[in-house]
């Protein structure tokens, strides 16, 4: 069996990898500037139930959000969630989905949280958006 020489054979792989990956040119992507020069940023959407709603959880999240330096939002939802997307450097993105909004803030239950990809522009710094 032959095998390209490994130049090729590697970014053969990651062309591969990429095109796989990637349905198009990302806004999160493009919009962004990771703080770390060899990491992309990462951009998710969440969805946090429980009782989240009154205790002041979006003020609680701008704020963790710009402590963390990441661009992105969150607002209400009418079905009682909280919504918000985080973009960012990935281990500031990591800490605040999966330790912080675990959490939340005083008074704030959190019974569960689902994280997406999100590839829409997430604006220059984050802000807190309307209830939909």
């Not at 040119?25 to 493009?30: D, F, L, V």
């Not at 710009?66 to 800490?95: H, Q, Y």
């Not at 008074?107 to 590839?119: K, L, Q, R």
Request: net charge positive.
């Amino acid at each position: 069996m032959f095998y390209p020489s490994p130049p090729t054979y590697t970014l053969r792989l990651n062309l591969a990898a990429a095109v796989a990956t990637s349905s198009g040119p990302s806004m999160c992507a493009a919009a962004s500037v990771s703080s770390s020069a060899s990491q992309p940023a990462k951009c998710v959407r969440v969805e946090i139930k429980g009782r989240v709603q009154g205790v002041f959880f979006r003020d609680w999240t701008v704020e963790n959000s710009r402590e963390l330096g990441l661009r992105g939002w969150v607002r209400n939802r009418r079905d009682g969630s909280v919504e918000a997307v985080f973009s960012g450097d990935p281990d500031a993105v990591r800490d605040m989905v999966e330790r912080r909004c675990r959490s939340g803030p005083p008074y704030s239950a959190v019974t569960g949280i689902a994280s997406f990809p999100w590839d829409e522009d997430p604006g220059q710094d984050f802000q807190r958006k309307p209830t939909v």
